[in-house]
């Protein structure tokens, strides 16, 4: 028997390219290394909403050259737990998805009993729950999908740690990992892997079968891992966040700079007009061939509106 190292698949070591707002994302390293484990020949994923965990499979996939077929099926549509939303939630997912996986992955709007009809019996390697969190619900989707599951079979169970609401789905984990070999991540919102065919390919059983001591030791590696990627994404997003401020700041100066530019001009013309003296009259042919936008313009303002003279200041 082999024994479990995840650094003899790096692929979990690569920062994902999709970045949206996820509970996912600290699973990600995960996700690419199960995908180097198994090599499945059919991904179907139920439940992607912005796509952060689907497209982690699909990079892998990319990454490894596997000859796999990946399938995304949601409404994309929201339900109670997710919130509702609009077609752009699926644009957005099309436009950065499509030219990337197009060849090789679908993302199939459709409800999951629907799309269940289209895929034989044991046809699917790895099937990755994440669609309505209530317990019935995701008992009905192990029930509906787990004929399609191969003798090679993982089935993913994400938010098995969120224990609020009527989310139900760490009550049909505890349940259902009695009867099979399986590893959970209870970090974040849990994720639960679960081998429900009889031929375990080797190195996932390296996992599975590791002793109490190397399971610790690789959650934590997997968990630190995570953690990199969010902080990754929360550094560019917040690089993104900064340049769009920066260019806001910089738009709200220009405009209050040509509004003082303005003003400037009125207060010179007026007192060069009323006659205010040629002390104002040189300040107003000075500042209209000298006033630029990077000038000062309270120093501007200033050299027209207090000339000197009688109650004027020293």
Known sequence: ?????????????????????????????FAMWLVDVLRPRVLVEL?????????????????????????AVDSWQGDAHSGLYDTSVLDDLRRHHDPLYGAFS????????????????????????????????VRHDFETWLPRMTRRGVILFHDTNVRE???????????????????????????????????VPEGLRALLDAPADELARAREFFF????????????????????????????????????????G????????????GEVARRAWRRLRRTLAPSAPVREAALAVAVPPGPGRGA
């Open 224 to 263: 630190q891992l995570g953690r990199r990627v969010e902080v990754a994404q929360e550094l560019a997003q917040a690089g993104e966040q900064l340049a769009a401020l920066r260019e806001e700041m910089e738009a709200m100066a220009g405009r209050e700079g040509r509004r003082m530019r303005r003003q």
């Open 1 to 29: 028997m082999i024994r479990f190292n995840p650094l003899d698949h790096p692929v979990c070591l690569t920062l994902p390219r999709r970045v949206a707002p996820s509970a996912w994302t600290e699973h990600v390293p």
């Open 47 to 71: 439940g992607s909403l912005y796509g952060v965990s689907y497209c982690a499979f699909c990079q892998a996939v990319a990454q490894l050259g596997t000859e796999t077929r990946c399938f």
């Open 106 to 137: 679908r993302l199939v709007r459709s409800d999951f009993d629907a799309a269940a009809a289209h895929f034989a019996d044991d046809s699917v390697d790895l099937l990755h729950i994440d669609g309505y969190h209530t317990y019935e619900a």
């Open 165 to 199: 609401r009527d989310f139900g789905v760490w009550r049909f984990w505890d349940e259902v990992k009695a009867r099979h070999p399986h590893f959970e991540e209870a970090y974040g919102h849990g994720l639960g892997l679960l081998a429900t065919g009889a031929d």
């Open 265 to 276: 001009y009125r207060v010179a013309r007026v007192w060069a007009d009323e006659g205010a």
